[in-house]
């Protein structure tokens, strides 16, 4: 899909609303609950489109390109669509989290699904 047709997830907020800033703060409340920088873990992530078909095409080229990633899904989310899986395990860094962040905001933004947050588990 061309970056010029985006209906949900615009140029504007695609150049404007990234925020890795955010992700330094959810690493401090990731390390108060045990985890250490160097620990791995997969990230349990989601994005959201307006249009069933967009998060089915999302949910493809998610699994045609990172097939190390799990449990891929598209989910009704209130009037929209949400595409929500586990990547591979990661390095719980700020570095390698805000790489990631930047690679799946740029990967959303071509197929015009929004990352709308990421989470990981802690036990």
């Not at 949900?8 to 985890?35: A, S």
């Not at 959201?48 to 449990?71: G, M, Q, R, S, W």
Request: hydrophobic share 35%; with cysteine.
């Amino acid at each position: 899909m061309s970056n010029d047709t985006n209906t949900y997830f615009t140029k504007e907020h695609f150049e404007n609303e990234i925020r890795l800033d955010i992700n330094e703060d959810v690493l401090k409340r990731i390390y108060n609950d045990g985890l250490k920088p160097t620990d791995q873990r997969p990230i349990n992530f989601f994005f959201v489109t307006d249009t069933e078909e967009k998060a089915i095409l999302f949910k493809n080229y998610l699994e045609d390109n990172f097939p190390d990633y799990t449990e891929i899904e598209v989910w009704d989310y209130e009037d929209n669509f949400e595409i929500r899986g586990f990547t591979a395990p990661l390095t719980m860094d700020l570095e390698p989290i805000n790489h990631w962040n930047q690679a799946m905001w740029d990967t959303g933004y071509s197929h015009d699904c929004v990352l709308d947050g990421w989470e990981v588990e802690t036990s």
